[in-house]
């Protein structure tokens, strides 16, 4: 039987590609509508209903972070060798939708929320990797038409997103959370079903896994092991020090990979690794920033920030704390076509940005972002306006695009082919790490979980201002390091020139 890394998919007609794609756009649509609503009510549930304190909260969703990062790699596996990619995608679903279902009847149980949260990561894990790989397969062996569909893909990570941030917060305030986390898992029911009724579509796809039946005792085992897994995550998100000793491990372990990696390299692709490990670094610190978003921001937004936007007294319309979030998908939206004409635009003129150029800029948005919020928090006694949160949030948007946003393309300019999958796997874990040491940091605007719904400006003030200088001294680094990575990156490309006509030759 052939191997997976040997299947090419059957050569389809463009309508019938496009059909098929629709089939994957649906189920991502809904996805994501389901993941980032639930994100966007699931610290306030903790905190308001829950009861919980702001360093539960926040520890506890940065475990949840670090595992939703790191299981992809596992469901990536699972979908490539063991039970293809079409059944793993419809495992996830299940597992993503039964979490859901679960956070919705957690109200009065914390046992539920640490089930609810686990099949999550888990869900999540199976779903990622190989719904994106669906749509390579799709489209195999035309480039144009790929570039195109991520564009769509991606585009719709962002609508589902910006959906379901602005619903289920609505709902939470109006109906309860078990209403909106209901929602979430409604939405993907409804996604999955279509995926069954017109999965069909997808059969020109299929790989010799899938072409085959499965034992039902492989998918015993399977399913064993991923009770296992989602056990493993619950005893995780339920114990702190447990959560920070697998981080600390995985981080020690990846760095000891790292090292073995560059020691046994060909000479001529070390000056490649180098920058693949030095860029992602400097990428990865933005998630940090960004779990700001679903921890600190969002108890910011409920506690010191008004809600009534309006202009010369007249309030235009309000948002809920847990809609603030949805900013950043619309900020997303709004900037990407802005920053890929940019890009365009130098790069006709022969001004083309470096990578460590772009990230230097977006460290100094994010600076910028939270200098805003601290002078606005420390110079208001009372509430602080909305519209500065919608000027932050566009400055950390901005930001994303010129630095977390550039990670895949890092992988895909400077690591050797033969290590693009590990690299890319290194770089979620990556990703998962910065996430939880996000969370982390935003416990220095901590607050008991018996504080009222109005509370302190100067410890979000605080909070703010040491994010600040962090981001200032990132950049201070990153201009001083920047001649050291100009130069590996023209290592690099020397390199790889000679290398060309070596193989010419």
């Known amino acids: 039987m052939a191997s997976f ?24 649509l809904w996805e994501r509508f ?7 009510v699931l610290t306030l549930f903790m905190v308001q209903q829950l009861r919980m304190a702001d360093t539960a909260a926040n520890l506890m969703m940065g475990a949840f972070s670090a595992l939703t990062y790191i299981t992809p790699a596992l469901g990536g596996v699972l979908g490539d060798r063991v039970l293809g990619t079409r059944r793993t995608v419809v495992m996830g679903t299940i597992s993503l939708a039964l979490g859901y279902a679960c956070l919705a009847a957690s109200l009065n149980s914390t046992t539920l929320l640490l089930l609810a949260m686990a099949l999550i990561s888990t869900g999540n894990g199976l779903f990622k990797p190989n719904a994106g790989n669906l749509v390579r397969r799709i489209y195999e062996g035309d480039d144009a038409a790929l570039d195109a569909a991520f564009t769509l893909y ?42 069954l009724w017109r999965s069909n579509w997808l059969d020109y796809t299929a790989s010799p896994i899938e072409q085959k039946g ?62 693949t490990y030095m860029l992602s670094l400097q990428g990865t610190i933005y998630l940090i920033y960004y779990q700001q978003m679903i921890t600190s921001l969002t108890l910011y937004a409920l506690r010191d920030v008004s809600g009534d936007f309006k202009i010369a007294g007249v309030t235009l319309f309000h948002m809920s ?60 006694t009372g509430l602080v306006s909305p519209w500065i949160m919608v000027v932050g949030y566009g400055l950390l948007s901005f930001a994303e695009l010129l630095t977390n946003g550039l ?37 220095e605007a901590a607050m008991p979980a018996d504080v009222g719904t109005s509370a302190g400006n100067v410890l979000y003030a605080g909070l703010f201002r040491t994010l600040c200088e962090i981001a200032v001294a990132i950049v201070v680094i990153l201009a001083c390091v920047e001649p050291l990575t100009r130069r590996w990156d023209q290592q690099h490309i020397t390199v790889n020139k000679k290398f060309s006509a070596d193989l010419q030759r």
């Open 154 to 195: 991606y585009m719709s990570v962002n609508v589902g997103s910006t959906v379901s941030m602005l619903l289920t917060p609505w709902l939470q305030v109006h109906y309860g959370a078990p209403v909106a986390f209901a929602t979430c898992s409604g939405g993907l029911v409804i996604g999955l079903l279509y995926y």
């Open 321 to 380: 704390a847990g809609q603030f979030q949805a900013l950043n998908s619309i900020w997303i939206m709004v900037l990407s076509p802005v920053l890929a004409f940019l890009y365009n635009r130098f790069g006709a003129q022969g001004r083309d940005l470096s990578i460590a150029r772009k990230m230097l800029i977006g460290y100094a948005m994010v600076a910028a972002a939270f200098g805003i919020w601290w002078f606005a928090t420390a110079a208001t």
């Open 214 to 275: 499965i034992p039902l005792s492989r998918f015993g085992l399977v399913g064993l092991g991923l009770l296992l897994l989602t056990v493993f995550n619950a005893w995780v998100l339920s114990s702190d020090g447990l959560a920070r000793l697998c981080i600390v491990i995985a981080g020690l372990g990846l760095a000891v990979i790292w090292a073995v990696l560059y020691v046994r390299a060909p000479k001529e692709e070390r000056p490649g690794l180098k920058l």
């Open 34 to 40: 389901g993941y980032y609503g639930m994100q966007a």
């Open 5 to 28: 890394s040997s299947f090419t998919a059957v050569q389809a007609p463009a309508a019938q590609r496009r059909r098929a794609f629709t089939v994957v756009l649906a189920i991502e």
């Open 407 to 443: 990670g895949l393309a890092i992988i895909a300019r400077y690591a050797p082919a033969r290590l693009g999958g590990f690299m890319m796997g290194g770089l979620y874990l990556l990703w998962g790490i910065a996430m939880y040491v996000g969370s982390v940091i935003a416990n």
